[in-house]
T-cell receptor, first 113, second 107 residues
Framework: NAGVTQTPKFQVLKTGQSMTLQCAQD?????MYWYRQDPGMGLRLIYYSASEGTTDKGEVPNGYNVSRLNKREFSLRLESAAPSQTSVYFCASSEAFTDTEAFFGQGTRLTVV | LAKTTQPISMDSYEGQEVNITCSHN???????ITWYQQFPSQGPRFIIQGYKTKVTNEVASLFIPADRKSSTLSLPRVSLSDTAVYYCLVAVNKLIFGAGTRLAVHP
């Protein structure tokens, strides 16, 4: 019962470095999402993929890119990390884009120094 | 997208019933109301969803009045383990989270 798996769980980057956060789901879901959560705050939607082959911007897309590699995998890339991107990143998936029951991964805690 | 308003925080004691109300004045006809729970250092977890009237499951009840401009999540007889952040979402498309309500349950 893996559900949504995110890697890595923790990462420290230097300003200007790049990295890719990986997300995979084994529930055959069509829609996938990337969020960030700053300390003491709610989640903010970065990008989403309503279905395989499509991606769209969410509330806070600047500084990020995404790739829906296949139906299972949805990656988030930081091309040039900035301290303002220090956050916890959550990946989620849902059966359909109109489905409001989503399943979340355990998060990636990213620190940019 | 319908904007939601919830109390920032609430306090309760073990064994009490907790009611968290969410306002969503501009909810659309086809929007469902969904509640999530988030424990520290974990991703949110779906609790309950409804369209109108009352929905109940093993975790909570959701009350929605006829005008659907608000909803109330009811947690019966809370325990310390119910300490979490609770989010109200209103959207058919896109899962947009607000700031949520931080519930603290005390012994």
């Amino acid at each position: 019962n893996a559900g949504v798996t995110q890697t890595p769980k923790f990462q420290v980057l230097k300003t200007g470095q790049s990295m890719t956060l990986q997300c995979a789901q084994d529930m055959n879901h069509n829609s996938m999402y990337w969020y960030r959560q700053d300390p003491g705050m709610g989640l903010r939607l970065i990008y989403y993929s309503a279905s395989e082959g499509t991606t769209d911007k969410g509330e806070v897309p600047n500084g990020y890119n995404v790739s829906r590699l296949n139906k299972r995998e949805f990656s988030l890339r930081l091309e040039s990390a900035a301290p303002s991107q220090t956050s916890v990143y959550f990946c989620a998936s849902s059966e359909a884009f109109t489905d409001t029951e989503a399943f979340f991964g355990q998060g990636t805690r990213l620190t940019v120094v | 997208l319908a904007k939601t308003t919830q109390p920032i925080s609430m306090d309760s004691y073990e064994g009490q019933e907790v009611n968290i109300t969410c306002s969503h004045n501009n909810i659309a006809t086809n929007d469902y109301i969904t509640w999530y729970q988030q424990f520290p250092s974990q991703g949110p977890r779906f609790i309950i969803q409804g369209y109108k009237t009352k929905v109940t499951n093993e975790v909570a009840s959701l009350f929605i009045p006829a005008d659907r401009k608000s909803s109330t999540l009811s947690l019966p007889r809370v325990s310390l383990s119910d300490t979490a952040v609770y989010y109200c979402l209103v959207a058919v498309n896109k899962l947009i989270f607000g700031a949520g309500t931080r519930l603290a349950v005390h012994p």
